[in-house]
């Protein structure tokens, strides 16, 4: 079955940095677009990043473009997500999905959402 297992969260301080994984299994990861989404308690999920299965290209949200670097490793069946300057405002539970998609959007409407992984807890403070 579909599996997605997220780690590499943690409790950061303002300005430090994280490298979030997603492990992926029971599908052919080449073949699926990725994206990151995040949930801060009280608000909805909200799209990261998301890098295609057709060409690698990569999307990422305004509030985080110039700090966080998305990749993915097709022979692992991983996807990362480097954060870096992170901010108290990037605090929330982290969730990799798939697309099956050749493009790659941050719209929540393309992703397999019967399939979230349990999300790793990104927690930035001071």
């Known amino acids: 079955q579909v599996q997605l297992v997220e780690s590499g969260g943690g409790l950061v301080r303002p300005g430090g940095s994280l490298r979030l994984s997603c492990k992926a299994s029971?599908?052919?990861?080449?073949?699926?677009?990725m994206g990151w989404f995040r949930q801060a308690p009280g608000k909805e999920r909200e799209g990261v990043s998301c890098?295609?299965?057709?060409?690698?290209?990569?999307h990422y949200a305004d509030s985080v473009k110039g700090r966080f670097t998305t990749s993915r490793d097709n022979r692992e069946s991983t996807v990362y997500l480097q954060m870096n300057n992170l901010k108290p405002e990037d605090s929330a539970t982290y969730y990799c999905?798939?697309?099956?998609?050749?493009?790659?959007?941050?719209?929540?409407?393309?992703?397999?959402?019967?399939?979230w992984g349990e999300g790793t807890l990104v927690t930035v403070s001071s």
């Open positions: 999905a798939r697309a099956p998609v050749l493009g790659c959007s941050l719209e929540i409407h393309y992703y397999d959402t019967a399939n």
């Open positions: 890098i295609a299965s057709y060409d690698g290209s990569i």
């Open positions: 029971g599908f052919t990861f080449g073949d699926y677009s």
